[in-house]
């Protein structure tokens, strides 16, 4: 997952995936079939610990402000680079400007339309609560919190630090929409 992480689908090598993984080519080939099927279960898997730390957080808080206030300040926390993992997002970054193969491709676009999918959903009850008013427009504010994620993501591989990528989660949150 790290070096597909780092490097992305195309640029990481068997060579790279068996020394990281401490095996011969033959047994990463009977192990999971294909290079294309290693990058799947990486995907899986940092969908499930270091994308979970981040997007678990839009569920847990009382009310959707706070949810999404507690993602993009996990996004902040967690997307620079750390001692153990590259800077930015895999989902957000993965795929993009590569000729990857299709199932890739549209593998990486359905997670992150799951990812506006989870926002909406969140946006919608809030409207449903009364915490948003009625005329709120779900699909704007929706995308407009996802860009703002996947920007994170994006300056945190271009080496923004936690410190400058709150302040940018803070100023996302000034244009939550009013009563």
């Known amino acids: 997952m790290l070096v597909f992480w780092r490097k992305g689908f195309l640029a990481t090598s068997m060579i790279d995936l068996c020394e990281a993984m401490q095996i011969r080519s033959p047994s990463l080939y009977a192990a999971f079939g294909s290079k294309e099927a290693l990058y799947l ?58 000729e990857c193969p299709s199932k890739i491709v549209e593998t990486m676009k359905n997670v992150r339309l799951y990812c506006l999918e989870m926002l909406r959903l969140r946006l919608t009850g809030a409207i449903s609560t009364g915490e948003l008013p009625p005329g709120t427009e779900v699909e704007r504010l929706s995308r407009f919190y996802l860009g703002v994620y996947q920007g994170l993501a994006v300056q945190a591989r271009d080496g923004a630090t936690s410190a400058d990528l709150k302040g940018l989660a803070q100023t996302a949150m000034n244009a939550w929409p009013a009563d």
């Open 41 to 98: 279960e990486a995907v899986e898997h940092y969908a499930k610990t270091a994308g979970s730390l981040i997007w678990g957080r839009l569920a847990d808080a009382p009310t959707a402000r706070a949810g999404i206030e507690n993602l993009l300040l996990a996004a902040a926390e967690n997307l620079p680079e750390g001692k153990l993992t590259p800077a930015g997002c895999m989902v957000t970054l993965g795929a993009l400007g590569e």
